[in-house]
């Protein structure tokens, strides 16, 4: 049974989505500004997965995902400046300014990406899962991926060997709606993703996406069938992304009254509401929240500016990893 959510539950919410959200926010606005180049995948309008997921699990579970990891890696604990500063490129990112958007990392943090390829991260997850299973850990490991992933290969491959082997895996499928500019009816037929755990006997279910407290109690369900040694559990997170796939994204694929319809489901705002209305923080601890959070972009962008950039010498290091398995979970 998933834990009574607390007005600290809440708070820790709202705060954790405000971060994210303007951190993002303040993303997209640098890259306009060719302070951020190459690709750039912003998390606005799913915070609540990352909030809801991380107020369900243990700090030392690991995380893994794909290319829109910015908003699950500052959740993870990576902070704001780490982030920021490798989405410039400079030495103090979080993998040293070599990663860049699509590719944050972090081991103190049980983060394991941030990847460009898309569904990879999905074999990935089931292998961290029975290393942890292999050395007598408690941990889970949760896997995020888009509905796009979701018609890859491997999706089938890692499902079945999870299911053989009962290894503790939350495989989550954040289904914002569209691969890139393809909507998930056009892909397949199978539009309620979660059916496609039905195949292998994994307990699966879809849930709302947009709230903090369905994503926190499916993912405490999840996470404590696999510490029990259960096995695998498969959610499809329904979500929304306000932006564009990317920054280049024209967006023709959807109109603006549909971008408006989910806006009004703003999980800020839902959380925000559900606080005030308890009573459980008042409008000045609310606007001291969000100045604190100000104050913290405002010092990321000014630490990633300042920062230097990696030395030439760097190019040919962290390529290979010479060291005793299992080096990951040391």
């Keep these: 049974m998933a834990a009574k959510l607390t007005k600290e539950t809440y708070l820790y919410w709202y705060e954790m989505m405000v ?22 995948h912003l998390y606005i309008g799913q915070e609540a997965l990352a909030a809801g997921t ?17 908003g699950l890696a500052i959740a993870k604990g990576i902070s704001s400046r780490a982030a920021m500063a490798e989405l410039f490129g400079k030495a103090t990112g979080c993998t040293k300014g070599k990663g860049g958007s699509m590719h944050f990392f972090s081991r103190e943090h049980s983060f394991y990406g941030g990847h460009g390829i898309v569904a990879a991260q999905i074999g990935l ?36 060997m999870a299911m053989m082997w009962k290894l503790p895996v939350i495989f989550v499928c954040e289904n914002n709606g569209y691969a890139m500019g393809t909507s998930v009816g056009r892909s397949s037929n199978v539009t309620k993703i979660a059916t ?42 329904c979500t929304y992304r306000y932006k564009g796939h990317s920054m280049s994204d024209p967006q023709k694929y959807r109109t603006k009254e549909e971008v408006e319809g989910y806006k ?50 760097e190019l040919f290091k962290d390529i290979y990893v010479q060291s005793d398995y299992p080096f990951m979970m040391e």
């Design 19 to 40: 971060r994210l959200r303007k951190f993002e926010e303040r993303a997209g606005m640098l890259y306009g500004q060719q302070k951020i180049r190459g690709f750039c």
């Design 54 to 70: 991380m107020s369900a699990l243990r700090a030392d579970d690991r995380m893994i995902t794909a290319y829109r990891d910015h």
């Design 125 to 160: 997850g089931a292998g961290i899962a029975f290393a942890d299973q292999y050395l007598e850990k408690d941990n889970v490991t949760i896997c995020f991926f888009g509905d796009g992933a979701a018609r890859q290969g491997i999706l089938h491959e890692a499902f079945n």
């Design 196 to 237: 496609l755990g039905e195949a292998y006997e994994m307990p699966s279910e879809s849930i709302d996406g947009m709230k903090c407290e369905t994503v926190h109690d499916a993912v405490a369900r999840a996470a404590e069938r696999g510490r029990k040694g259960e096995g695998p559990t498969f959610l499809e997170i």
């Design 264 to 313: 009004k489901l703003d999980p800020i705002e839902t959380t925000l509401e559900t606080i005030l209305e308890k009573k459980w923080a008042t409008q000045a601890d609310i606007e001291a929240i969000n100045a604190k959070i100000d104050a913290e972009i405002e010092d990321c962008v000014k630490f990633a500016e300042e920062s230097p950039y990696p030395n030439d010498d």
